[in-house]
């Protein structure tokens, strides 16, 4: 019933797609909520991909069972565009196309599957008709969006996650963006740092009072383990494995951090949804 | 138990067993990933209709309990199948959104599977030698140019700009009619000086093949458009528009 967009205001690495992966897989262990990743980056580059499924051969069967190549339809975004410009989607078609990562918890609609045209211009259709049948609809907005449609996409979200990262250039260039647009001054907006040193300068606290920011920034630290783990589709395991770990070790702060993240996410949703 | 009773069951055991080889020998070789053999009518519309008639068989026909998927995901692409085989049947009833789901699985097998691209493209229809057009063609890339732009108004759009709809006398009758001839869609054509990437090509290869495979021929876009209705009678004795059997009124 909410949908959360994640952006970041910069063309840098800013940890974007690892921050949605590590909060939404915390989400759906923890919370009861039926959540759907939707992806906007291409399939071939995409994080979210390598990080819950491995890559499978195609099977062979001997041509015994039927014939011996790929029958099944195009599933993530690239299948859903076809039913949207058929007029035929509907807030259950959905979830046809996407993939299943936790049963009822967790699922993602992977990006476009190579170079099709005019995709783009469906996101706003697909987020709007998720947003029906799915209690979190988590957007992956990806910079190849075009400007009108991304801003299209923010409109509409309930709650938008700006990630930036802990270069001074790119404070000052979300601090400049704040000036220019009142939206992200307001209680819509959270600030994020992926990725994130906690003995560098630019800690969340400076940024918070360099920035004159009153909410909490939420941070996703760099942790060896998850991005190993996001490389060989282990991030459910690896979440289900530190889940409670010892608070003296290496990891905790990550898994604390997470928490934050997570739990400030919802507390917004809900304080937003209360003042409506 | 007798030895002639050993020796007869060990010969119907051996039979099977070289009846299984034999049958998995021939299928191994018959269906290891099938490529598409590139030749001079590879990209002919007939090839890449059967093409399509063979893989939407395919894909509507296998028995998902054989890939071993999970209760779930079984589900799920029952769903998708269960779409897809609702659509190629809504289609053929004139549905139009059905249309154009089953045109967009087209689009994708050509593209994606086929390997139409921009150099083989005019194989199918000549897009690049407007000479080698032929009426169908000219039409269908005007009424695909004109439809991109004004929707189901295409046609009346299209009439009302050449002033089409008037009386006109036709060589070797003595009547007059209602006709839109040969020579006023290659002179529209000629006039409309169209540009066309290769999406706009391919989407007109798609609707060519959609309307021999499951739409209604020659009159399949027409028959979408805002107008009154269709009708069509048997014609020998001259060659009109579109097809030399059917006129189109």
């Known amino acids: 019933m909410s949908v959360v967009t994640f952006w970041n205001s910069e063309k840098e690495e800013t940890g974007k797609t690892m921050e949605i992966i590590a909060v939404s897989t915390y989400l759906a262990i923890e919370h009861n909520y039926k959540i759907l990743i939707i992806s906007t980056t291409e399939r071939k580059n995409d994080v979210i991909k390598t990080s819950f499924w491995q890559e499978k051969k195609p099977k062979k069967n001997l041509g015994i069972f039927g014939p011996n190549r790929n029958v099944d339809m195009q599933s993530g975004i690239s299948g859903l565009v076809r039913v949207a410009r058929s007029n035929k989607i509907s807030p259950e078609i959905i979830t ?10 967790l699922e993602v609609l992977l990006g476009k599957d190579g170079d099709e045209l005019e995709v783009e211009d469906l996101y706003p259709q697909i987020i709007n008709m998720a947003n029906k049948y799915y209690d979190l609809v988590i957007v992956d907005l990806d910079d190849n969006v075009p400007k009108d449609i991304r801003e299209e996409i923010i409109k509409d979200s309930d709650l938008i996650v700006v990630n930036m990262s802990q270069r001074l250039k790119s404070i000052n260039n979300f601090a ?16 994020s740092m992926g990725k994130y040193d906690r003995h560098s300068k630019y800690n969340c606290k400076n940024i918070s009072r360099y920035l004159g920011e009153k909410k909490d920034i939420l941070t996703i630290p760099y942790n060896t383990l998850f991005f190993e783990a996001s490389e060989e589709a282990k991030v459910p395991d690896f979440f289900l494995r530190v889940r409670k770990v010892d608070p003296e070790d290496r990891n905790s702060f990550f898994l604390q951090e997470v928490k934050r993240a997570s739990e400030n996410i919802i507390y917004r949703l809900q304080d937003l949804q209360s003042k409506m | 138990m007798t030895i002639g009773n050993i020796i007869l069951i060990l010969v119907v055991l051996f039979g099977i067993a070289g009846f299984i080889y034999y049958y998995i020998n021939k299928k191994k070789k018959e269906e ?15 090839k890449m209709q059967e093409f399509v008639k063979k893989r939407l068989d395919e894909i509507t026909k296998v028995n998902l309990y054989d890939i071993g998927l999970s209760e779930e995901e079984l589900k799920r692409r029952k769903n998708k199948k269960y779409e897809l085989k609702k659509a190629l049947k809504g289609c053929t009833y004139g549905d139009v959104n059905d249309k154009k789901y089953v045109k967009e699985i087209i689009f994708d097998l050509l593209s994606k599977e086929y390997g139409v691209d921009e150099t083989n493209i005019s194989k199918s229809i000549p897009f690049d030698i407007p000479s080698l057009l032929t009426a169908q063609d000219k039409f269908d890339i005007l009424i695909y140019a004109y439809k991109k732009e004004f929707g189901y108004e295409a046609l009346t759009e299209l009439i009302k700009k050449y002033n089409l709809a008037v009386l006109k006398y036709v060589e070797g009758e003595t009547k007059p009619s209602y006709v839109i001839t040969e020579q006023e869609i290659s002179d529209i054509y000629e006039k409309e000086k169209i540009t066309l990437s290769f999406a706009d090509k391919l989407a007109v290869v798609v609707q060519r093949i959609y309307q021999r495979y499951k739409g209604y021929s020659s009159i399949d876009e027409v028959r979408d458009m805002n107008i009154d209705g269709v009708s069509g009678r048997s014609f020998w004795s001259s060659r009109k528009l579109f097809k030399p059997s059917c006129t189109n009124r």
């Open chain 1, 96 to 105: 046809n196309y996407a993939k299943i990562v936790f049963k009822d918890r």
């Open chain 1, 176 to 191: 400049e963006l704040r000036e220019e647009n009142p939206l992200y001054k307001s209680n819509k907006v959270l600030i």
């Open chain 2, 32 to 46: 290891v990933e099938e490529k598409i053999n590139i030749d001079d009518k590879t990209y002919t519309l007939d």
